[in-house]
């Protein structure tokens, strides 16, 4: 597995839309950033005690991307609005409020096609944003920084598009020519 980009702990650089991307860094939360989460089901209600949302995923309709939220409402929208096709795969739960040692993970959306990003890294954000390439929707939620009872690690891995995956989904795209961004931090089983 260390033949395409390393181990997983490493961080690997690619280029796309002319930008070269280090992966998924760390970034401190800024004051002005919130994140909602929808409310309608039981593990809404859970997420909404714990302070933790799902994080939704979804096939974009020209399948050229994917879709990430953590509000209901909004996965619900991409669904019957969009016609965006749910993955359905387990990618556990973010903090909706920030925390001592938090990491913020930022979505933006590639313009060029239906696509989006997500990183931990405020430079590749504000970087990707100034190439008027991406456009910056806001912040996914707060991930942690360290492993724990409950707690699986997301990566990111791209190759025509970007994906957020485990560890066990990171090593079977990298099989698939798909390269390794970097780590996302560590998000929850349970809201």
Do not use: H
């Amino acid at each position: 597995m260390t033949n395409r980009a390393g181990a997983l702990g490493a961080v690997a650089a690619f280029t796309v839309a002319g930008i070269t991307l280090t992966g998924c860094g760390t970034a401190k939360p800024q004051a002005a950033e919130k994140v909602s989460a929808g409310r309608a089901d039981a593990a809404a209600v859970a997420a909404a005690t714990s302070g933790r949302a799902k994080i939704y995923e979804f096939v974009t309709r020209s399948k050229q991307g994917y879709f990430y939220t953590t509000n209901r409402k909004e996965a619900e929208r991409a669904k019957n609005k969009y016609k965006f096709i749910p993955t359905n795969r387990n990618l556990g739960y973010v903090s909706t409020k920030r925390f001592k040692g938090a990491l913020t993970m930022y979505r933006l959306r590639y313009k060029a096609r239906s696509a989006y990003l997500v990183t931990l890294s405020a430079k590749e954000r504000d970087q990707l944003v100034r190439s008027k390439r991406f456009v910056y929707e806001g912040v996914l939620g707060y991930t942690a920084k360290t492993k724990g009872a409950g707690k699986f690690r997301l990566w990111r891995v791209s190759k025509t598009s970007w994906r957020a995956v485990n560890t066990v989904q990171a090593k079977a795209l990298m099989k698939q020519g798909w390269k390794l961004n970097g780590p996302l931090g560590y998000v929850w089983v349970r809201p």
